[in-house]
């Protein structure tokens, strides 16, 4: 039992360190709630696998974070923010929660958490500019791992990096993480098509994607479920949507086409590459790698790379393998802290 309370006190560092107190709090009472009296508490206790990896406890708040959100669980509800409940209260309710939905809370067990941060647009904007500025500005934009599609319509967006801006006033999301030295905006930026990927995409206008998506948004993170909700909004509107595909197949079918408008094909994900086992990373850099023969190609992704703080920016070019570390961003979209020279 030891072993699966120090990952849930694991994630209440890491949650508290991303602004969520209550969700660290939850964390924290965890052994007052997950026992062996639920089937709940029996499969996370004896998980087959490596619970940090898989997210255990980001599923299990998932689930409850669901109750609160659909009405099923008026107990629940009434010591979720913003009301502030004592840690007894709180860990009451969830043990309540938990043996009155028990099979309901088992059976989200059995799946990953399905998050579509678009504050991460904000990381990959930067990234963008640096290629139009480079190799001009058309873009023909391949998301992989894309979930709802929600960064996909990142040229939608307006950005704010202290007193630097870009995009359309009249924008639906305006995204300003912290910045000490804002990022080079200038450059224009065309989209001349764009794709997307994932193994069990999200449809932004049906409603229990809808839900979904927003119960893994930490409840008292009320700005990132308005933003959310409004990036939601804008996709549900637009005509594209994220195909169900295995990244490689789906890579490898559409970089066979050839470049739209002569534009530099772009395959970009976020927050993704660490949740492949090692063939799937290989497939997909074999499919980038078979497409640079007969076109170039650029790999730009927010991902964990084993430094810190939090995310790089990297790029990578084909065919000549030239790569570049082009900042580190938050996770959620929260700050930036550009690297490279403009």
Not at 86 to 112: F, K, Q, T, W, Y
Not at 164 to 178: D, F, K, Q, V
Request: glycine fraction near 8%; charged fraction near 25%.
């Amino acid at each position: 039992m030891s072993d699966i309370f120090d990952h849930f006190r694991r994630q209440a560092e890491a949650c508290r360190n991303m602004g969520s107190p209550f969700t660290a709090r939850l964390a924290e009472l965890a052994p007052r709630f997950v026992d062996r009296t639920t089937l709940t508490g029996r499969r996370i206790i004896a998980w087959n696998g490596h619970a940090g990896e898989d997210a255990v406890p980001l599923r299990l708040f998932g689930g409850l974070h669901r109750l609160v959100l659909t009405g099923r669980d008026a107990g629940l509800a009434a010591v979720y923010p913003p009301v502030e409940a004592s840690d007894e209260a709180l860990a009451s309710a969830v043990g309540n929660a938990i043996a009155r939905h028990d099979h309901d809370l088992h059976d989200i067990l059995m799946s990953p958490p399905q998050t579509n941060e678009v504050g991460r647009s904000a990381m990959l904007l930067p990234g963008f500019l640096w290629l139009a500025r480079r190799f001009g500005p058309k873009l023909d934009i391949l998301e992989i791992g894309a979930s709802a599609g929600l960064n996909l319509y990142w040229d939608r967006y307006a950005y704010r990096y202290g007193s630097a801006r870009w995009g359309s006033p009249n924008a639906p999301i305006e995204l300003a993480p912290e910045c000490d030295t804002p990022p080079p905006l200038d450059g224009e930026i065309q989209v001349v098509r764009r794709r997307a990927c994932d193994l069990s995409p999200l449809d932004p206008s049906d409603a229990d994607h809808r839900t979904r998506l927003l119960s893994y948004v930490w409840a008292d993170q009320t700005e990132r479920q308005a933003r959310l909700l409004a990036a939601l909004d804008h996709a549900a509107a637009r005509p594209e949507r994220v195909v169900a595909a295995d990244a490689a197949e789906f890579l490898g079918r559409e970089l066979a086409l050839p470049p739209k408008d002569g534009a530099l094909r772009v395959v970009v994900h976020s927050i993704f590459w660490q949740y492949l086992a090692d063939p799937a990373r290989l497939g997909i850099q074999t499919a980038m790698l078979r497409a640079a023969e007969a076109a170039p190609l650029a790999w730009l992704r927010l991902e964990a790379d084993g430094r810190t703080p939090g995310a790089g920016l990297l790029l990578t070019l084909f065919p000549s393998g030239e790569h570049h570390v082009l900042a580190r961003g938050d996770y959620h979209g929260r700050w930036l802290r550009w690297l490279h020279e403009a």
